[in-house]
Every structure is written in structure tokens, then in C-alpha cells.
T-cell receptor, first 113, second 113 residues
């Protein structure tokens, strides 16, 4: 079992819906990440939070809105998504420095109808 | 495409044999490298990492070799087992104090019984 927990495991939503993905870690890590992964492709970085502050936004469309309520939690709010946004969304965490190993959750499989 | 790439998209090995998965990178400033294993339906699992001040690092049944001269990284798995069947990704941190990891395109390892 991974130490990074993501919920829900699966999500189906329409293009007009609003939903949120959640990620939690209790390893005391201070950096948290959102990645998007399409089938048979490597993970692509979306956002990085370092010490609860947004550190990196990889030019992600505004229909994806990240939130870091505290050092253990990371949310990704979804609104007006497109069918091409269907993918596996992965959360990761790392101790706190840039060159620290990132540990991933098992992801949320998102399908947009 | 990204700078980290793999020579073989699929590797098939006999159970009990050793496996070698290769990865090339193009940025000579990269100073931190990670290997991940991703099984179907799961997130990437950290296997082993290496920093640029090392040439070799060993774990349990795995060894990572780093050749900075030719910018090449390899993962060796000893006595490959059916449970090793997965997609393996190399990833690099470019030594620019960024939290961003650049992932290779991945190699699928198939273990024949």
C-alpha cells in the first residue's frame, strides 16, 4: 500500500460538473505534486506546492484549480473539463528539497463524458 | 520531446535471468536520477535513486549505474521474477533547484515463466 492516499479511485463526470480530487500524506513531507498521466505515457507535471505555497504551475488550464489546505492535504478542483482531460491523475509528495525522491499515490482515474 | 529517453520500449526476459533497462539523458547539468516501477492500475513506485556524485548504487536485487560521460543511466534487476513485470520509468532532476522531474518514455518489462 502506498503512503500517499488519493480519493476517489475512479470518477466519471460531465463537462458541466464541478468535482474535487483529494490527496493526503502523513509522512511529514513538505512538497506535494499533481501529475496527469495518459495511457502508455509518462506522468506529466501539473502543479507543485512547496511548504504550502504554489511553486510550479506548468501552464495548466484554469479549469484545474489546486489547493493546499495544510502540509498533509492537496486538492485538485475540477470545473468545465473537456473529454481530453480524461486521464489518471497522480499525487506525489517529497520531503521538501527539490532533489528529493517523490512518492506517488495510486491515482484517480478520471473520465469526462 | 523531453531529454530523457529509453533505447527499448519493451524488454522480454526469462524468469531468473538478469534484466537491464537503459535510459539516455541530454542535460549534463542534471544531478539527480530516479527509477520508478509502475504496475497496471497503480501509481509509480520508487525503486532507487542516484546523485551525480556517484557512479553506482545498489539496492535489494537492483543496481543503478550512472555514466556521466555519455549521459547514460541503467537499471539492473538481478534474478528477475514475475512480479517484476511492469513499466519502468527513469526520471531526472535538472539541477536547477526546481522540483520538476523529467520522465523518460518508459520501458515495459515482460518476464517469461
Amino acid at each position: 500500500d502506498t503512503e500517499v492516499t488519493q480519493t476517489p479511485k475512479h470518477l466519471v463526470m460531465g463537462m458541466t460538473n464541478k468535482k474535487s480530487l483529494k490527496c493526503e500524506q502523513h509522512m511529514g513531507h513538505r512538497a506535494m505534486y499533481w501529475y496527469k498521466q495518459k495511457a502508455k505515457k509518462p506522468p506529466e507535471l501539473m502543479f507543485v506546492y512547496s511548504y504550502e505555497k504554489l511553486s510550479i504551475n506548468e501552464s495548466v488550464p484554469s479549469r484545474f484549480s489546486p489547493e493546499c489546505p495544510n502540509s498533509s492535504l492537496l486538492n485538485l478542483h475540477l470545473h468545465a473539463l473537456q473529454p481530453e482531460d480524461s486521464a489518471l491523475y497522480l499525487c506525489a509528495s517529497s520531503p521538501g528539497l527539490p532533489a528529493d525522491p517523490q512518492h506517488f499515490g495510486d491515482g484517480t482515474r478520471l473520465s469526462i463524458l | 520531446g523531453e531529454s530523457v529517453g529509453l533505447h527499448l520500449p519493451t524488454l522480454s526476459v526469462q524468469e531468473g535471468d538478469n534484466s537491464i533497462i537503459n535510459c539516455a539523458y541530454s542535460n549534463s547539468a542534471s544531478d539527480y536520477f530516479i527509477w520508478y516501477k509502475q504496475e497496471s492500475g497503480k501509481g509509480p513506485q520508487f525503486i532507487i535513486d542516484i546523485r551525480s556524485n556517484m557512479d553506482k548504487r545498489q539496492g535489494q536485487r537492483v543496481t543503478v549505474l550512472l555514466n556521466k560521460t555519455v549521459k547514460h543511466l541503467s537499471l539492473q534487476i538481478a534474478a528477475t521474477q514475475p512480479g517484476d513485470s511492469a513499466v519502468y520509468f527513469c526520471a531526472e532532476n535538472r539541477g536547477d533547484s526546481s522540483y520538476k522531474l523529467i520522465f523518460g518514455s518508459g520501458t515495459r518489462l515482460l518476464v517469461r515463466p
